[in-house]
Nanobody, 123 residues
Framework: QVQLGESGGGLVQAGDSLRLSCAAS????????MGWFRQAPGKEREFVAA????????IYADSVKGRFTISRDNAKNTQYLQMNSLKPEDTAVYHC????????????????WGQGTQVTVSS
């Protein structure tokens, strides 16, 4: 059974940093797309970042470009999201996802999802 588990969320102040981790189990995902999405209260879930299977290619939402960095360690079946210069508008539940080959930004391209970790940024 495939499971994704996020960790690293928390309550921080504006300008602080957090590093989210997402460990996958149940199968190897070295040839799969990986990504992060977030859902703020009262809003739809939105794309944050994605990374190709090799890790060489990354894509970011404009709102996080230059502040967030996605990475992965295929040997550990784990992906990460380094979040710097956090803003109150980054407050959301962050979900990791694993999908099909290549690099994907649409939710429909992801097959497995974590339950999410809360990130709260105070002003």
């Amino acid at each position: 059974q495939v499971q994704l588990g996020e960790s690293g969320g928390g309550l921080v102040q504006a300008g602080d940093s957090l590093r989210l981790s997402c460990a996958a189990s149940g199968r190897t995902f070295s040839t799969s797309a990986m990504g992060w999405f977030r859902q703020a209260p009262g809003k739809e879930r939105e794309f944050v970042a994605a990374i190709s299977p090799s890790g060489w290619t990354t894509i970011y939402a404009d709102s996080v470009k230059g502040r967030f960095t996605i990475s992965r360690d295929n040997a550990k079946n784990t992906q990460y999201l380094q979040m710097n210069s956090l803003k109150p508008e980054d407050t959301a539940v962050y979900h990791c996802a694993v999908g099909r080959a290549g690099i994907q930004i649409r939710e429909s391209e992801y097959d497995y999802w974590g339950q999410g970790t809360q990130v709260t940024v105070s002003s």
